[in-house]
């Protein structure tokens, strides 16, 4: 199984609003990701989890807060965002972070809509 | 540092012909690379990856890709296009990095 599922499909949020993205694994993988991709770009890291610990913080907005509750779980808490900030936001995991043989497998994203 | 470059922005076939992806990557250390696909308001699937063993490496759907170290390239081929795999492809390098390092992305457009 090589599944990563990730809610809602979509989001619709006003720019006051406060909502969560949310991710799960099941393939005992223990680095898990979150990107954004805009239109016709390709996917842009915002964080990286390795082992249930923030690693890799790529100078994303205080409004965008990551969580990661346990080692299937990856959230994705949104705060006063900005129109600029819709995107589809992609999550995915790997075996682990470091090495470089640990392809990451992709969730089917959110696309996360600010009014 | 890490880089890879998709050659091609946009790439049409006619179903039925061959396909080729161009990707060129740089990479200070033995790299690892990835093609992956992307059909519309969907995720990345994952294609195909080099990992130092053969160079010839056989993916999904029947694509394949050959790693040349002398080229450093890392072309996507796929002897007869079909419709469905009309989508955007981006060729992906992780060195010592650790993360991904992607492409621009190529459409890929198969016609009729």
């Known amino acids: 199984d090589t599944e990563v599922t990730q809610t809602p499909k979509h989001l619709v949020m006003g720019m006051t609003n406060k909502k969560s993205l949310k991710c799960e694994q099941h393939?005992?993988?223990?680095?898990m990701y979150w990107y954004k991709q805009k239109a016709k770009k390709p996917p842009e890291l915002m964080f990286v989890?390795?082992?249930?610990?923030?690693?890799i913080n790529e100078s994303v907005p205080s409004r965008f807060s990551p969580e990661c509750p346990n080692s299937s779980l990856l959230n994705l808490h949104l705060h006063a965002l900005q129109p600029e900030d819709s995107a589809l936001y992609l999550c995915?995991?790997?075996?682990?972070?470091?090495?470089?043989?640990?392809?990451?497998?992709f969730g089917p994203g959110t696309r996360l809509t600010v009014t | 540092a890490q880089s890879v470059t998709q050659l091609d922005s946009h790439v049409s076939v006619s179903e039925g012909t061959p396909v080729l992806l161009r990707c060129n990557y740089s990479?200070?250390?033995?790299?690892?690379l990835f093609w992956y696909v992307q059909h519309p308001n969907k995720g990345l699937q994952l294609l195909l990856k080099?990992?130092?063993?053969?160079?010839l490496v056989k993916g999904i759907n029947g694509f394949e890709a050959e790693f040349k170290k002398s080229e450093t390239s890392f072309h996507l081929t796929k002897p007869s296009a079909h419709m469905s795999d009309a989508a955007e492809y981006f060729c992906?390098?992780?060195?010592?990095?650790?993360?991904?390092?992607f492409g621009s992305g190529t459409q890929l457009t198969v016609l009729p």
């Open positions: 995915a995991s790997s075996q682990a972070s470091s090495g470089n043989n640990y392809e990451q497998y």
């Open positions: 393939m005992g993988h223990r680095a």
């Open positions: 989890y390795s082992y249930e610990k923030l690693s």
């Open positions: 990479s200070s250390y033995s790299p690892s």
């Open positions: 080099y990992t130092s063993a053969a160079t």
């Open positions: 992906v390098v992780r060195g010592s990095a650790r993360q991904l390092t």
